[in-house]
């Protein structure tokens, strides 16, 4: 496993990322940051910890739209897991934007 340093929401985070994985948490970064620079940008919700959490439910919410047969790229997603690291990442982090 190697680390790789990443950037949501102009925030830089150091994750850990299995070897020949780094295209897909590329991808899963850049979905994420996406995400939560929307609801961001929307305006109504400022706590970092927050708009994580409502980046995850929308998220995995497009997820569960796919049906459960639907793969994503080479391996399906735990989202159990995914929300897990995420307040893992945000545990320190009560600051606002």
Do not use: F, H, W
């Not at 996406?34 to 961001?40: F, K, L, P």
């Not at 497009?62 to 897991?81: F, M, N, S």
């Amino acid at each position: 496993m190697k680390q790789v340093e990443v950037t949501i929401l102009g925030q830089g985070y150091i994750l850990g990322c299995p070897d020949g994985g780094e295209a897909l948490l590329a991808t899963a970064v850049a979905s994420v940051d996406r995400e939560m620079s929307a609801i961001r940008d929307g305006g109504k919700v400022k706590a970092r910890e927050r708009i994580a959490v409502l980046a995850a439910l929308n998220l995995a919410y497009q997820l569960a739209e796919r049906g459960p047969a639907a793969p994503v790229g080479a391996a399906d997603i735990d989202v159990t897991a995914l929300v897990q690291r995420i307040d893992a990442v945000l545990a320190g982090d009560d600051r606002l934007l």
